[in-house]
């Protein structure tokens, strides 16, 4: 699979569950965004990252997530 393949592929998944997570309480999202950081930090890996710059890239994958979230939930006001 090419990078840019993946990258597609992960920022859809990442869309779709930023809509899933703007449904939920905020109490109830903290697994989600662990479930998102291993599935980002996995991909990553694939891809060719080293598991220390896999990780970095999933953090910054959750905080991409939790900012979609945001303009989600600022959009249904």
């Known amino acids: 699979m ?8 992960l ?4 869309h779709r ?6 449904a939920l309480p ?3 999202r903290d697994p989600h965004y662990d479930r998102i950081r ?5 991909a990553a ?3 060719g990252l080293s598991p220390d710059n ?7 994958m ?10 989600i939930e600022a959009r249904r006001g």
């Open 62 to 71: 959750v905080e991409f997530t939790r900012a979609m979230v945001g303009i």
């Open 45 to 47: 890996e694939h891809i």
């Open 26 to 28: 905020d109490d109830e």
């Open 17 to 22: 569950r930023a809509l899933n997570l703007a």
């Open 2 to 9: 090419s990078v840019e393949t993946a990258l597609a592929q």
């Open 54 to 60: 896999a990780a970095i890239t999933a953090n910054s």
């Open 11 to 14: 920022l859809r998944m990442l």
């Open 38 to 42: 291993r599935s980002c930090c996995g």
